[in-house]
């Protein structure tokens, strides 16, 4: 299972072209999961709902199903929180795992940068940064990057990029 990274500031457009690389690849016939890093407490389940009482009464694990899908949702109470490879071993396998966030994880990555809103550089431990993603024309390596600055708006050269970077061959 390959996996790649999609980082960057806050309102770079992370998520933007997540959901447009996932949309394109599987347009190409290739499987593709993801994970999100959240810097803050979320909730999946809705107050109230029975799997949220269950996991509110202290459930370690609430698994949620039905005939359209399954969440398995994990509470980590005082654990610390999951590295990324301990995150990945839950995954079932695909063609490809696009990771959005874990800017410190080793995964190689592409960084979106839109100047206006990124005026601080990613610390050395953000690496492997193997690409720059802009909508703008900026020097990759301001950004310690000596991969290519690919142009944010053009998905298909993105994803050309990531499965090429991943070795990964689109059937025709």
Same mark, same amino acid.
């Given at each position: 299972m390959k996996v790649f990274g999609i980082?960057?500031?806050k309102n770079s457009g992370k998520t933007t072209l997540v959901a447009s690389l996932v949309e394109h690849l599987n347009g190409r016939g290739l499987r593709v999961s993801t994970i999100k890093h959240a810097?803050?407490?979320f909730d999946i389940d809705k107050r109230g709902s029975d799997s949220y009482l269950h996991r509110a009464a202290g =459930?370690?694990?609430v698994l949620?199903?039905?005939n359209r899908r399954w969440a398995l949702m994990s509470e980590l109470r005082?654990?610390?929180e999951p590295e990324l490879p301990d995150?990945?071993?839950q995954m079932q396998a695909v063609d490809l795992v696009i990771v959005e966030g874990f800017k410190m994880g080793d995964q190689p990555k592409i960084q979106v940068v839109r100047p206006q809103n990124n005026t601080e550089v990613l610390p050395m431990d953000a690496q492997p940064i193997v690409?720059? =993603?802009s909508d703008e024309t900026v020097d990759p390596a301001t950004y310690n990057c000596t991969g290519p600055l690919l142009p944010l708006n053009d998905v298909p050269a993105i994803a050309d990029f990531i499965l090429a970077y991943c070795d990964?061959?689109?059937g025709q």
């Open positions: 980082t960057g500031w810097h803050c407490d =459930a370690q694990q949620l199903a039905s005082d654990d610390a995150l990945l071993a690409a720059i =993603a990964i061959e689109v």
